[in-house]
């Protein structure tokens, strides 16, 4: 009797090392690997140009690695649960993975299908969502501990034949990349930058907050760990070998438990990315939508120089570092005063390592919609004397700044005019002046939140609500203040867990 055929359909796994699926789709029968372009997320507006070519990137390096493999990957383009249902193969195999509602139905649906065998090697615990209090924190060690899974030798040939291309896709759609500096994407590049950054990761820890730094120091893995080019794992294991022991290792392991943990968030509970965990703060500052403000903040015209360097960035670029997405997400909720999702939805599109479960989690836990988080009012001008001292970053986004005095960087509306009109740049006519008053509204954004505390707190009493809104660092006190974080830049470290 001949093997069985089994689609391997690849989703946000593009990788052929680590990868459970396709190794166990190697022990059962006769793998056919597969990618299925889902006309849902080319519509939805939520991916940005450049994203979308990382991933179509990341499928014709993954291609070429199947090639090395003496195999293939058969690319399709329509509903998956319709193009799976017409292959022509035995079973489907796939990895799970951490959605949102439309992936959620649409996998459960599918995973309810005598065919389709579903692994998970992921460090997410998917067999008891709804139990309470649980250690996530100890199958997550687990899974770093566990050895990467060996790459397969050689295959037979794929059989499925593809009936789209990249090319096809990107005509299709339209797609034309607008950012710059963007990575290419695939697991060989992938693997370029991990092994570049082992050879840096000591200059890592003093590298974190300041944005400029980080542009050069911060590892840039996100984007391939959010499309699985490498794995939390791959990563965890060839730096445990290949980079020194000490505060620098230690200190970035501690970021791949976080990625562990918010996308254990988003599995537990699919409503992080459109309700407020604690339901006291469902529809906060709804009712306040101002266009314009929103517009002053996307576009970069706020006013105070770093979060307009900030959001330049992530337009040109679709990336920012931890503290730079925290500041943003601060200034948007707290000094704004604009409903959270309509940011979290804007950082989401434009960021190419854009990771559902962990973008909206934090949004909610930076703009303190949980109720256990602290309300943390970064102060953006203290932000740039702090992280941007010479205005290095402030300058490379927001050119207009270019000639101002790096001493006024921090509140340039404050310059004296002789100074403006010396350096040829005048405040409200060359650079805006601050769309809304930093302190005013920042005490607003305090009582706002004191008033509702107590019944934020109140609800946390429903043991459902607390355990959806615990996140590791719980315990932290309420600190309405900006944390010290010149160590951690913001983030727990692994001792935290
Ligand atoms: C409002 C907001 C939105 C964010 N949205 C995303 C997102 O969509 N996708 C995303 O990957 N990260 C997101 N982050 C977390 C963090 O900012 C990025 O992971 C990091 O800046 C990516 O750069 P890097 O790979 O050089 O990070 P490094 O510091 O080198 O960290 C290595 C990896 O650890 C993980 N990691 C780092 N910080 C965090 C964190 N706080 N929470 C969870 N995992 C973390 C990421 O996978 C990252 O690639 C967000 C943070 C905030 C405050």
């Not at 329509?78 to 796939?94: S, T």
């Not at 060996?150 to 291309?165: A, C, Q």
């Not at 943003?328 to 604009?338: D, E, N, P, R, V």
């Not at 290095?392 to 207009?400: D, H």
């Amino acid at each position: 009797m001949s093997e069985p055929r089994i689609a391997v359909w690849h989703r946000d796994d593009l990788r052929v090392r680590d990868n459970a699926a396709l190794a166990a789709a190697v022990a059962d029968g006769r793998p056919c690997p597969v990618y299925v372009f889902d006309p849902q997320f080319y519509r939805s507006g939520m991916a940005c140009d450049a994203r979308l070519r990382f991933v179509h990137e990341s499928l014709t390096d993954l291609a070429a690695r199947y090639g090395d493999h003496g195999s293939d990957l058969a690319l399709f383009h329509g509903d998956p649960e319709d193009v799976l249902e017409d292959l022509p193969v035995d079973r489907i195999y796939v990895n799970r993975s951490v959605t949102g509602r439309y992936g959620r139905e649409r996998d459960e649906r599918l995973f309810d299908r005598p065919d389709v065998r579903v692994l998970a090697d992921d460090g997410i615990d998917w067999t008891d969502r709804a139990r309470g209090d649980y250690d996530w924190s100890e199958q997550a060690e687990a899974y770093f501990e566990r050895d990467p899974i060996r790459p397969p030798g050689r295959l037979s040939d794929n059989p499925l034949e593809s009936e789209t291309s990249v090319a096809d896709v990107e005509r299709e759609y339209g797609v034309e990349p607008e950012k710059v500096d963007v990575p290419e994407g695939g697991p060989s590049a992938g693997w370029t930058r991990l092994t570049g950054f082992a050879d840096t990761i000591t200059d890592y820890p003093g590298s974190i907050a300041p944005p400029a730094k980080a542009e050069r120091n911060s590892s840039r893995l996100s984007p391939y760990l959010a499309f699985g080019c490498l794995t939390p794992r791959q990563v965890y294991r060839y730096l445990h070998r290949n980079a020194p022991a000490g505060t620098a290792r230690e200190m970035f392991t501690s970021r791949l438990y976080w990625n562990r943990h918010y996308n254990q968030k988003l599995a537990d509970w699919p409503g992080w990315m459109d309700r407020a965990v604690n339901p006291v703060y469902t529809g906060l500052f709804r009712g306040r939508h101002d266009p314009e403000l929103v517009a002053a903040w996307r576009e970069g015209r706020t006013g105070y120089p770093l979060v307009d360097a900030s959001m330049r960035a992530l337009q040109e670029t679709g990336w920012l570092n931890f503290r730079m997405r925290a500041m943003c997400a601060s200034f948007y909720t707290y000094i704004l005063q604009c409903w959270w999702k309509v940011g979290a939805d804007h950082f989401y599109r434009h960021l190419i390592d854009a990771d559902a479960a962990i973008n909206y989690t934090q949004w909610q836990s930076q703009s303190a919609l949980t109720g256990v988080s602290p309300v943390r009012i970064y102060n953006p001008r203290k932000q740039v004397r702090e992280n941007d001292p010479d205005g290095e970053f402030v300058r490379e986004y927001v050119p207009e700044l270019r000639a101002f005095p790096t001493e006024h960087l921090d509140q340039p509306e404050k310059a004296p005019l002789a100074v403006q009109d010396e350096c040829g740049i005048r405040i409200g006519e060359d650079y805006p002046r601050p769309v809304v008053e930093l302190e005013a509204h920042r005490e607003r954004a305090r009582e706002v939140f004191g008033r509702l505390a107590d019944r934020a707190e109140e609800a946390l009493s429903d043991p459902e609500i607390r355990r959806r809104a615990s996140l590791s660092r719980r315990g932290g006190d309420r600190r309405d203040s900006e944390r010290d974080e010149t160590t951690s830049g913001g983030q727990s470290r692994l001792s935290e867990f």
